[in-house]
């Protein structure tokens, strides 16, 4: 997980987990020649081609293919291309520029949709928010971008609940009930599986007024055990 920069205006000094915003080029319908197992959905492919992007990015994990090879790159390799992260970010490169000329395919295959949650009518900003889950390349060395994220971490979905609730580390409602569910599982076998055989409930809080204050609430069909939480900050 990493840690969002206190300057940004959208979770700044939050722990998330990687990833950012669907851009024009993920759509490029000219990438399909350079992903594996992309969805059939024009929107959902884009998604999966953001997610992946978005993570080399912001925190240096690529889940891409040789072209040659069609196996995953090695850590190895993915150190001589950790330069391409702030040419992408920047625009000094397009996504269809990088793969083309390090002959590379997204590996779309390796990410289990998980979630879906959309932010709340009642927020200015709002989000649809994609969730996966991947298997890591065992070598793959992870590191924040010191721009949008300042931090990183491997941590247990146990600890980081931990921190949370201790104050120790600022972590948001959604960000909350997914570190949960995913805790919940004995290992990541177990945890793809079943998000394999799920259907994602797209997950909307919404606010509930007790006596005791106001509530964050999302519905309890969404899959989750964690399903509120009381609302001590301005919204």
């Known amino acids: 997980m990493v840690v969002r920069h206190q300057q940004i205006d959208f979770a700044s000094g939050a722990l998330v987990f990687p990833g950012g915003k669907v851009d024009s080029q993920d759509a490029d319908p000219a990438l399909i020649d350079y992903l594996d197992g992309p969805s059939e959905d024009t929107a959902t492919r884009s ?19 040789d072209r040659t090879t069609s196996q995953l790159i090695s850590g190895e ?69 010191g721009m949008e994220s300042v931090d990183s971490v491997w941590i247990t979905p146990k600890q980081a609940l931990a921190d949370a609730q201790s104050g120790k580390r600022l972590v948001l409602f959604p960000t909350i009930c997914n570190l949960d569910r995913i805790g919940r599982y004995s ?21 509930e007024k007790r006596e005791d204050g106001n509530y964050l609430r999302i519905s309890d069909k969404a899959g989750y055990q964690i399903t509120e939480e009381k609302i001590v900050r301005p919204l």
């Open 47 to 65: 998604i999966q081609v953001a997610g992946i992007r978005e993570t080399f990015e912001e925190c240096g994990i690529l889940l891409a293919r």
């Open 77 to 145: 390799r993915l150190r001589k291309l950790t330069g391409y992260r702030e040419s992408l970010h920047s625009g000094e490169i397009t996504l269809k520029g990088f793969l083309e000329r390090e002959q590379l395919h997204f590996a779309c295959d390796q990410l289990e949709y998980f979630a879906n949650w959309v932010t709340p009518e009642f927020k200015r900003r709002r989000f649809d928010t994609h969730f996966f889950l991947a298997r890591t390349p065992d070598d793959h060395f992870a590191e924040h971008d």
């Open 187 to 207: 290992s990541l076998d177990e945890a793809m599986a079943d998000t394999r055989r799920s259907e994602v409930i797209a997950v909307s809080p919404w606010i």
